[in-house]
């Protein structure tokens, strides 16, 4: 059998395995969300589970529709149109599954918000056609999903699932197959025309996508204040609010700029900001969580102890200071200071940039159980003449101090 016939026979196994399944769930298609896939390749449907899923189904079902509203991240708008329509399958692995949900087509992007995994010991990837959310670790769930071929025993309880095809596998299985290039992007754009959601039965109709605990988009109003050399902009703050301020000089190009999540009160309601420009415009846009991240805002004045159980043993006691550095001190080495660090505060987590002389630079992501700590995941990168390459480090850690 030459290659050509081995594929199609591929093909056509995996198809059939694929209406086999759909066709045991769409007996049910009486009842239950749908969403209608319709790609520049042909169309497709996937069932949503929003009884073992119902955050992330709410999710994707607000996104798809516009029922909820998403913050464009070039200009800081909060949106209601439909979020997928026009975008496209922007990574594709044959043989593994097909993402999309990224506006900008290079899978760094989404809604301008995250939301924390769901899971189920409902929902495993055993199958062809699963959907699920795609992430970048835990509790980063936002707008891409991915859609597999074959079962992925790995991604069980770190993926969220949240769907099955059930009509249209060889669509799904031909998308899987495109030829792709650089980072597995398919050559020619496959475009999700639309995604509609259809809802049949009365408790599909009765799924409350307001009422899972999402987070609000929305632009708030900026008061403003002139003075010398500057101008002081107020607006209403809350906890757990991820505020977003944005600045223009032609209303065209928009940069952004964070001004962190207030975990703790009294929230800071004014930001001010240098008045150098002849004319400069201010837009705030802003993310309410229900509840978030135990990641403070900075690090200042507080202690970390890393406890590492890989990439090393031991524990590494960082000590910052209010300017910007400080020390450690790592049990059986001498300690020394902090040539530098980055704290960047997500939702649900924060990430730490740091150097420590005598030591590798370390990047890290931490995410947080508790006020107190968490644990945490990363890479060391030797700066210094080394035959060691770059490795990865993880284990728990707590945070003193405020």
Same mark, same amino acid.
């Given at each position: 059998?030459?290659?050509?016939?081995?594929?199609?026979?591929?093909?056509?196994?995996?198809?059939?395995?694929?209406?086999?399944?759909?066709?045991?769930?769409?007996?049910?298609?009486?009842?239950?969300?749908?969403?209608?896939?319709?790609?520049?390749?042909?169309?497709?449907?996937?069932?949503?589970?929003?009884?073992?899923?119902?955050?992330?189904?709410?999710?994707?079902?607000?996104?798809?529709?516009?029922?909820?509203?998403?913050?464009?991240?070039?200009?800081?708008?909060?949106?209601?149109?439909?979020?997928?329509?026009?975008?496209?399958?922007?990574?594709?692995?044959?043989?593994?599954?097909?993402?999309?949900?990224?506006?900008?087509?290079?899978?760094?992007?989404?809604?301008?918000?995250?939301?924390?995994?769901?899971?189920?010991?409902?929902?495993?990837?055993?199958?062809?056609?699963?959907?699920?959310?795609?992430?970048?670790?835990?509790?980063?769930?936002?707008?891409?999903?991915?859609?597999?071929?074959?079962?992925?025993?790995?991604?069980?309880?770190?993926?969220?699932?949240?769907?099955?095809?059930?009509?249209?596998?060889?669509?799904?299985?031909?998308?899987?197959?495109?030829?792709?290039?650089?980072?597995?992007?398919?050559?020619?754009?496959?475009?999700?025309?639309?995604?509609?959601?259809?809802?049949?039965?009365?408790?599909?109709?009765?799924?409350?996508?307001?009422?899972?605990?999402?987070?609000?988009?929305?632009?708030?109003?900026?008061?403003?204040?002139?003075?010398?050399?500057?101008?002081?902009?107020?607006?209403?703050?809350?906890?757990?609010?991820?505020?977003?301020?944005?600045?223009?000089?032609?209303?065209?190009?928009?940069?952004?700029?964070?001004?962190?999540?207030?975990?703790?009160?009294?929230?800071?309601?004014?930001?001010?900001?240098?008045?150098?420009?002849?004319?400069?415009?201010?837009?705030?846009?802003?993310?309410?969580?229900?509840?978030? $991240?135990? =990641?403070?805002? %900075?690090?200042?004045?507080? &202690?970390?102890?890393?406890? *590492?159980?890989? /990439? +090393? #043993?031991? !524990?590494? $006691?960082? =000590?910052?200071? %209010?300017?910007?550095?400080? &020390?450690?001190?790592?049990? *059986?080495?001498? /300690? +020394? #200071?902090? !040539?530098?660090?980055?704290?960047?505060?997500?939702?649900?987590?924060?990430?730490?940039?740091?150097? *420590?002389?005598?030591?590798?630079?370390?990047?890290?992501?931490?995410?947080?159980?508790?006020?107190?700590?968490?644990?945490?995941?990363?890479?060391?990168?030797?700066?210094?003449?080394?035959?060691?390459?770059?490795?990865?480090?993880?284990?728990?850690?707590?945070?003193?101090?405020?």
């Amino acid at each position: 059998m030459n290659l050509a016939c081995l594929r199609r026979l591929v093909a056509r196994l995996a198809v059939s395995a694929g209406l086999c399944l759909s066709t045991l769930i769409a007996s049910g298609q009486t009842n239950g969300i749908f969403a209608d896939f319709t790609t520049s390749m042909g169309s497709f449907t996937c069932q949503l589970d929003y009884t073992n899923a119902p955050a992330t189904v709410a999710n994707f079902i607000g996104l798809a529709t516009g029922q909820r509203a998403w913050l464009d991240l070039p200009t800081g708008r909060a949106r209601t149109n439909a979020f997928y329509n026009g975008l496209t399958f922007h990574r594709v692995i044959a043989g593994f599954m097909s993402q999309g949900g990224s506006p900008n087509g290079t899978g760094s992007d989404g809604p301008g918000y995250v939301f924390p995994d769901e899971f189920s010991p409902q929902l495993v990837f055993d199958r062809f056609g699963v959907l699920a959310m795609a992430n970048s670790g835990t509790n980063s769930d936002g707008s891409q999903f991915f859609i597999t071929v074959a079962p992925f025993a790995s991604g069980n309880n770190t993926y969220s699932i949240f769907g099955q095809v059930v009509s249209g596998s060889n669509v799904v299985y031909a998308i899987n197959h495109v030829t792709t290039g650089a980072n597995d992007k398919p050559l020619t754009n496959v475009v999700m025309q639309q995604v509609a959601i259809r809802r049949l039965g009365a408790a599909a109709q009765a799924f409350n996508i307001n009422a899972q605990s999402l987070p609000v988009v929305t632009n708030l109003p900026l008061r403003i204040s002139l003075g010398e050399g500057q101008v002081t902009l107020a607006f209403s703050n809350r906890a757990y609010a991820d505020n977003r301020l944005y600045s223009s000089t032609n209303l065209v190009s928009w940069t952004p700029g964070s001004l962190g999540i207030e975990i703790a009160a009294p929230s800071s309601n004014t930001v001010v900001r240098t008045n150098s420009e002849p004319r400069r415009f201010f837009s705030l846009a802003q993310v309410q969580y229900a509840s978030c $991240t135990f =990641a403070p805002k %900075a690090l200042s004045s507080r &202690t970390l102890a890393l406890v *590492l159980t890989v /990439g +090393g #043993s031991g !524990t590494i $006691t960082i =000590a910052f200071d %209010a300017v910007g550095g400080g &020390t450690f001190v790592f049990p *059986l080495n001498p /300690g +020394g #200071s902090l !040539t530098g660090y980055v704290w960047t505060q997500e939702p649900y987590r924060g990430w730490l940039l740091m150097g *420590l002389s005598g030591y590798p630079v370390m990047n890290l992501r931490c995410d947080f159980k508790a006020l107190i700590g968490g644990a945490f995941t990363g890479t060391a990168y030797p700066y210094y003449p080394s035959s060691l390459g770059s490795f990865t480090v993880s284990g728990t850690f707590t945070l003193s101090g405020s």
